[in-house]
T-cell receptor
Framework: NAGVTQTPKFRILKIGQSMTLQCTQD?????MYWYRQDPGMGLKLIYY???????DKGEVPNGYNVSRSTTEDFPLRLELAAPSQTSVYFC?????????????FGSGTRLTVV | AQKITQTQPGMFVQEKEAVTLDCTYD???????LFWYKQPSSGEMIFLIY??????QNATEGRYSLNFQKARKSANLVISASQLGDSAMYFC?????????????FGTGTSLTVIP
């Protein structure tokens, strides 16, 4: 039972480079989310998806793009990386958006932009 | 205004003692959900406990209980009989219904250290 799998776990990027953070879940959850966690801070929502083919912006979407071609996969694309994007990125999913259903989180991707 | 406020950046508790982690929230919605998550040093986020805004009884999950005071808009986490493995960051979160769907808001966290 893998849950939510994120790759890579660590990455160093140079300013201006691009990369894709991968997120896969095997729980058949419709709802998926990308968050970033800056040092000493809580999580901020970047993008979310309520199902395959449907995505929407969260609180801090600038500099990022997402796609959701399947229920399982929700990759996050960083274009033209900037030092301000240095953060820990979490992917999460949930079966329902109501009731006592918390998110299942991936283990995170620690990204450093230099 | 902050949606979720956690005013204790760091807390210490003696092993086997109880500890309360504070959380206040801000919403004008009638229907919302409150959550607590644990983040150990390994980095993963672990769901601990949930309280719905219409739930009249405080939620409990094993050694975790949520002290829900709706009028005060507070949702404090109580950990009873602290264990060394409880040392971690703890995040309070609120799920709010918006016109574009549900939104989750997280606090800045409280770092709990359990002292042997």
């Amino acid at each position: 039972n893998a849950g939510v799998t994120q790759t890579p776990k660590f990455r160093i990027l140079k300013i201006g480079q691009s990369m894709t953070l991968q997120c896969t879940q095997d729980m058949n959850h419709n709802y998926m989310y990308w968050y970033r966690q800056d040092p000493g801070m809580g999580l901020k929502l970047i993008y979310y998806s309520v199902g395959a083919g449907i995505t929407d912006k969260g609180e801090v979407p600038n500099g990022y793009n997402v796609s959701r071609s399947t229920t399982e996969d929700f990759p996050l694309r960083l274009e033209l990386a900037a030092p301000s994007q240095t953060s820990v990125y979490f992917c999460a999913s949930t079966l329902y958006q109501t009731g006592p259903y918390g998110y299942t989180f991936g283990s995170g991707t620690r990204l450093t932009v230099v | 205004a902050q949606k979720i406020t956690q005013t204790q950046p760091g807390m210490f508790v003696q092993e086997k003692e109880a500890v309360t982690l504070d959380c206040t929230y801000d919403t004008s919605d009638q229907s919302y959900g409150l959550f607590w998550y644990k983040q150990p040093s390994s980095g993963e986020m672990i769901f601990l406990i949930y309280q719905g805004s219409y739930d009249e009884q405080n939620a409990t999950e094993g050694r975790y209980s949520l002290n829900f005071q709706k009028a005060r808009k507070s949702a404090n986490l109580v950990i009873s009989a602290s264990q060394l493995g409880d040392s971690a960051m703890y995040f309070c979160a609120m799920r709010e219904v918006t016109n574009t769907g549900n939104q989750f808001y997280f606090g800045t966290g409280t770092s709990l250290t359990v002292i042997p």
